[in-house]
């Protein structure tokens, strides 16, 4: 190739002719403390200085971040101080204006999963008629309409309520999302009436905005988290193991679930550490970060998994983590901290970590609530 060739190539991208270098060179943060402001904190993730802070309402409780292709970011309200929120924000980087984008109307507690082209995906705590039945929402990002809505056990009574716990976009074709169900049943030695913690896979065909497929997890793992689909293959973190009984109680769960996206089931585990909860994942290096929730005991653990072989090939040291997210090619934000009801047992900060070599490169002084996640990563 000549040097007029490779000059000319790099002008049309430079120009618009792919990728906008924005999203690859941000990172949103949030910041909330009882004493200021709440704060979106805009990173550059190219050496983690802080470019900007920008506040926030007090009253949404804003977080559960996507960046788009201009490098703005869109964030949602979920839960409000007395009620769940029903708005999503938009931040645009351009003008540095943080303004409403829509109203979801008789839609509630909105958490923004992934972007798809030009539809938001959204998923969302419940609606007025069917009350808590989580669902899917795909919004045209352009008109602002809802093209789709996708209601999880909506029609069956048996389901007094299915809650969304977490989600994954695997930026194709399948959106996955892990959910505690409520149900009204009676089982021999338990306890009788409402039984909740048990939850299933849901899968969602975001190519034709369709319910895919509904697997069951069985009913001894108990209150699902991280959710990861890769290939075939799905990876889901719950955090307790057993069935609850008169006599007995369910312990901390020790495996990593993997589960065949074709068959429906269950085809192996994973030995891990206790008490796993949130699932990241490098599609780069096709590794799969396992992180683990503080409970009486400080949980530093942080498998990396070969999603190629399921064998852990590598270990991170970090206590008190609380959520996590790929910001850029090969770099996670990890957040550390005091999390929901527990002290922390670490100074609150970000902690960046380097996938290619699987170590701490960088930190972030401060308490951080979410982190945006970027759909080319």
Do not use: W
Request: aromatic share 10%.
């Amino acid at each position: 190739m000549t040097k007029k060739s490779l000059f000319i190539i790099c002008f049309i991208v430079l120009i618009g002719g792919g990728p906008s270098a924005y999203a690859g060179d941000f990172a949103y943060l949030t910041s909330y403390t009882l004493i200021r402001t709440p704060k979106l904190i805009q990173v550059d993730t190219t050496n983690e200085a802080i470019i900007k802070k920008i506040d926030m309402p007090n009253e949404e409780s804003l977080g559960n971040m996507v960046i788009d292709e201009k490098g703005g970011c869109f964030l949602s309200s979920f839960r409000l101080a007395e009620r769940y929120g029903r708005n999503i924000f938009y931040y645009d980087a351009a003008s540095g204006k943080l303004d409403q984008f829509m109203h979801l109307d008789s839609i509630f507690g909105p958490k923004i999963t992934a972007l798809n082209g030009d539809e938001l995906i959204v998923g969302v705590e419940g609606n007025d008629l069917t009350k808590s039945k989580s669902g899917i929402l795909f919004i045209d990002r352009g008109s602002k309409n809802i093209s789709q809505k996708i209601f999880f056990r909506e029609d069956d009574p048996k389901y007094s309520s299915c809650k969304i716990i977490d989600s994954y976009y695997d930026g194709r074709k399948y959106l996955y999302a892990t959910t505690m169900d409520f149900v009204e049943e009676e089982y021999p030695g338990q306890y009788i009436g409402e039984r909740y913690g048990f939850g299933s896979i849901v899968v969602v065909d975001v190519t034709s905005k369709e319910m895919f497929k509904t697997i069951e997890v069985p009913r001894e793992y108990d209150t699902l988290s991280g959710v990861v689909g890769v290939g075939n293959k799905i990876y889901v973190a719950a955090q307790l193991k057993g069935i609850p009984t008169f006599t007995s109680e369910r312990k901390l769960n020790k495996e990593l679930l993997v589960f065949s996206l074709d068959k429906g089931t269950l085809e192996s585990t994973i030995k891990i550490s206790p008490h796993p909860f949130e699932l990241v994942f490098d599609k780069i290096s096709n590794k799969l970060y396992v992180l683990h929730i503080d409970d009486d005991k400080s949980r530093n653990n942080i498998e990396v998994i070969d999603v190629k072989k399921d064998k852990i090939i590598g270990h991170l040291n970090i206590p008190s983590q609380t959520t996590a997210s790929m910001v850029s090619s090969s770099k996670i934000y990890l957040s550390v901290g005091p999390g929901f009801m527990r002290d922390t047992r670490a100074n609150p900060k970000i902690v960046v970590i380097d996938t290619k070599k699987d170590k701490i490169i960088n930190e972030i002084d401060g308490l951080y609530q979410d982190i945006s996640i970027n759909p080319k990563y």
